[in-house]
């Protein structure tokens, strides 16, 4: 009992230390909590991802009725993302169950594939504006045309959805940066509405997909929650008082030390 007690508490932390970072920084807290569930809290990677996205689906559907409200999000683009990313999602989860149980090389795939995509938020944070102005400047390099910008959205879509559903992470800095790519018309909230809104059947489809492979820890999704919601509300008070520039800096350095940890592990 008191074994279940103290799991409970560590997994209301990891909540709570998650959405203060998400809360101050913005970033999706895919990219935080699953590593920090498998390095610090020892979590089996196959049940971090599940859990991670089925936490996600629930949060990133609050974070889309708020966008929707405000009309900031693009429901044409949303349309394209999903209509590759679900799927890609939904052939990697029948690729993992006719894998069967998972092996010990499996998880360290799993394990490779979240270092990677930790990797590829935390360079997305760094040289995101670099490429934008990269984009501003070199608008004819960029896909051109209706029909090249739909095939483009969609295979974006696609491979974000693969990795999302192996990993947990890659819908958030990741999706933003390339949705900017695409479309950089797009007001900054719009950019957020639309990258969390597609977010939001992906990871549904995605963490139900790991519920029927049985890699969802309702236990821990519990604690997650109770601990995040609150914390969010407060990085977000805090972040006002502290240099964006500063966090971001420090969320890229921390995502980069532990990307290099998983990719070696």
């Known amino acids: 009992m008191l074994d279940a007690l103290q799991g409970s508490l560590h997994y209301v932390f990891s909540g709570a230390l998650v959405g203060l970072l998400v809360g101050l920084t ?5 990219s935080l909590m699953t590593p920090i569930l498998t390095l610090i809290f020892g979590v089996a990677p196959t049940t971090a991802v599940g859990t991670d996205l089925a936490f996600a ?24 993302l999903c209509a590759g990313s679900l799927t890609t ?20 795939l799993i394990t490779f594939s979240i270092g990677v995509s930790v990797l590829l938020t935390a360079l997305s944070l760094t040289v995101r504006a670099r490429i934008l102005e990269w984009v501003k400047k070199n608008p ?39 949705i900017l790519m695409l479309y950089p018309h797009l007001k900054t909230a719009e950019v957020a509405g639309t990258d969390i809104a597609y977010a939001v059947p992906l990871t549904a489809l ?4 790991h519920w029927w492979l049985g890699n969802v ?44 940890k998983l990719v070696l592990a």
């Open 89 to 108: 999602a939904t052939a990697s989860i029948l690729v993992l169950k006719q894998l069967g149980p998972i092996s010990k090389d499996w998880v360290h």
């Open 140 to 178: 004819k390099k960029m896909p051109h045309g209706v029909g090249l910008k739909i095939v483009a959205t969609v295979l974006i879509g696609g491979a974000i959805g693969l990795l999302v559903t192996i990993s947990s992470i890659g819908a958030g800095a990741i999706g933003a940066t390339l």
């Open 206 to 209: 995605a963490g139900f997909g």
């Open 217 to 260: 820890d309702f236990t821990l999704l519990f604690g997650l929650l109770v601990g995040s919601v609150p914390a969010i509300w407060l990085g977000a008070k805090l972040s006002s008082t502290l240099p964006e520039k500063l966090t971001r800096t420090a969320l890229a350095i921390t995502l980069l030390l532990v990307g290099i």
């Open 26 to 30: 913005g970033v999706g807290g895919g």
């Open 57 to 80: 689906a629930i949060t990133k559907g609050i974070g889309t009725a708020a966008h929707r409200l405000h009309g900031n999000v693009k429901w044409d683009i949303v349309g394209l």
